[in-house]
């Protein structure tokens, strides 16, 4: 049988067309695979808020019932630890229609003033009847908190499998459209924020040291313009992306928001300081659509990998002499690592002279574990402390013998302590010396004063494979 030109062409488009959907089909499957493993995470962050916020009524509940200032101590302390939990959960939603910026600070703001009170009683001063009445207050506000979190979390399962395919995704990925019920909840929780007083107390996110917080060095205005420019450079990827959002956002540090959006609907933003021009943060949702269930078995092997990552962006943006002070995984399999580091520098002359590390001017690098590449950049810790003129750093009056002394008898010191300043307050910073010290199992760092030699702080380690954590 004779094949001519035409049933051979007839044969090989049917081969390719067969190959095409066989092709086809295996690429949904990955995609659909991918797709499964990003909404398992999206969800489990969604419900995570949702736990931390009831723990926080729940600890906040038990306080009022504590007759003693240890178990006072030790829910307030709680109730701070999960608002920092439940303020992280919140920083990975990108809401097109609502701003989250007012529910992140009323939670942190609880979480705050908790900590203010658990250190009042810790050192046996007396909480007045004000204050356990604005404790009750926020008791109430975080009980009106969980319970729209508890609907919408009713309404997410209501919704079936679709919601981690639409609706979180678009939460997580700021993607242009969301599902309505999604919109009206946070809508809901953004207007209930906003309308409840802050708590009248001087901690780090009341609102007197938020509206001081300002530029170290401010430099020289800039405009929208320049700062799209900025925000271009900074990314320095080279890629082509679809379109560029401007936004002005006023705040503790007023910014213009540059948002790159690329043709998948991921986007790349950053807030340039309309001060100067520094960029304050930058975040990357890239990775949430990228992200294969395969890369998790690499995390352990690619650690190291990730580290080197983050220190190598720091460096060619112009950091010079920081050093890692910890790191953690938000999630056993997020595939990323947030590292933390600060500068040192040195204090004193000759033989007096000390290494100092500074700990308010805190930079944190988010890195992708699966392949380097930075998610998210914040600064706002340097850039309103490191070279402030208003920063005196003085040779220690206290040696690290002397502050070494001053520490209980049955702790066991790790190593020499460290001299570095440490954040009371915004407007407040104390140098001390640091100590890494074991009592039994635990692990504890206590800071000394090192210009009058009294206890400053005190914060418990707890290590795991998601990373280092001091409460």
Known sequence: ?????????????????????????????????????ITGMQQRAMFSLISHVENMEGCLAKVRAAST???QTTFL?????????????????????????????????????????????????????????????LEDSTKDLAGVLSDMGRSALASGSRIGKASLTGLFLGASRTDNWLNQGFSEIDTMAQSIPSPLYDGPFSEP???????????????????????????????????????????AIPCFLVTHKR??????????????????????????????????????????????????????????????????????????????????TTVGQGNTAEVCRLYPDLVKVEVSEGDGRVM????????????????????PLISEREARETLKDDLRVQGQGRLCVIPMLPTREVMAWEFNCKEGEDTYLIYVNAMNGHEEAIFQVLESEEGSLTT
């Open 1 to 37: 049988m004779k094949w001519n030109l035409g049933r051979i062409a007839a044969a090989v488009l049917g081969l390719i067309t067969v190959l095409a959907l066989v092709f086809g089909a295996n690429q949904y499957r990955q995609a659909e695979t991918a797709q499964l493993a």
């Open 376 to 395: 998210s950049f914040d600064q706002k810790g340097y850039l309103t402390s490191n070279d402030h003129p208003t920063r005196a750093l003085r040779a």
């Open 209 to 251: 040291n938020q509206a001081a917080l300002t530029l170290a060095r401010p430099g020289a205005p800039v405009d929208m313009e320049t700062a799209k420019s900025i925000a271009g450079s900074f990314i320095g990827t080279g890629e082509a992306f679809q379109s560029v959002r401007l936004e002005d956002s006023e705040g």
């Open 263 to 344: 043709a998948d609907g991921t986007e790349a933003t950053s807030a340039v300081a309309k001060q100067g021009g520094a960029v304050v943060w930058h975040t990357d949702s890239f990775r949430k659509t990228l992200m294969r269930p395969s890369a998790v078995l690499t995390l352990a092997q690619n650690f190291e990998g990730a580290r080197q990552a983050a220190r190598n962006f720091l460096s060619s943006k112009g950091f010079q002499s920081m050093a890692e002070t910890g790191w953690r995984r938000p999630g056993a399999d997020s595939g990323r690592i947030i590292f933390a580091f600060a500068p040192e």
């Open 77 to 137: 302390t709680a109730t701070w630890s999960h608002a920092q939990a439940a303020a992280e959960n919140l920083g990975q939603f990108s809401m097109a229609v609502t701003d989250l910026t007012a529910v992140r600070q009323f939670v942190s703001r609880i979480g705050d003033y908790s900590l203010v009170l658990s250190q009042k009683v810790a050192r046996g001063d007396q909480v007045t009847q004000a204050e356990w009445d604005e404790l009750r207050r």
């Open 69 to 71: 200032p240890g178990q």
